[in-house]
């Protein structure tokens, strides 16, 4: 079992910033990525970015790319999102999700993924 604990929402106006942090506990070892994905209210849930766990991978969403970061740090069983720019349409609730796959890929769709954390609001005024 793998937990995930996502901080870092909260309120921000137009073109500000915000960097959210997913931790990981349990049985980490056989991460081979982390997605974060979001959801607002009355809509499907979005891929965002995901990041194989070395961190030689990445991917981004088409609504995000060039504003988003993602990155990890092993030590420390982390994986960050670095949001710049942000934007009222970014207003949803961001999930990280742990993928355990022996391939070693990493996933823009949410099936593969095993493990979700409880999510994390974010707020965009204009």
């Known amino acids: 079992q793998v937990q995930l604990v996502e901080s870092g929402g909260g309120l921000v106006q137009t073109g500000g910033s915000l960097r959210l942090s997913c931790v990981a506990s349990?049985?980490?070892?056989?991460?081979?990525?982390v997605g974060w994905f979001r959801q607002a209210p009355g809509k499907e849930r979005e891929f965002v970015s995901a990041?194989?766990?070395?961190?030689?991978?990445?991917y981004y969403g088409p609504s995000v790319g060039g504003r988003f970061t993602i990155s990890t740090d092993n030590a420390k069983n982390t994986v960050y999102l670095q949001m710049d720019n942000l934007k009222p349409e970014d207003t949803a609730v961001y999930y990280c999700a742990a993928d355990q796959n022996e391939w070693g890929m990493v996933s823009s769709i949410p099936e593969p993924y095993d493990y979700w954390g409880q999510g994390t609001q974010v707020t965009v005024s204009s």
């Open positions: 349990g049985r980490t070892e056989g991460t081979s990525a």
């Open positions: 990041i194989s766990w070395s961190g030689g991978t990445t």
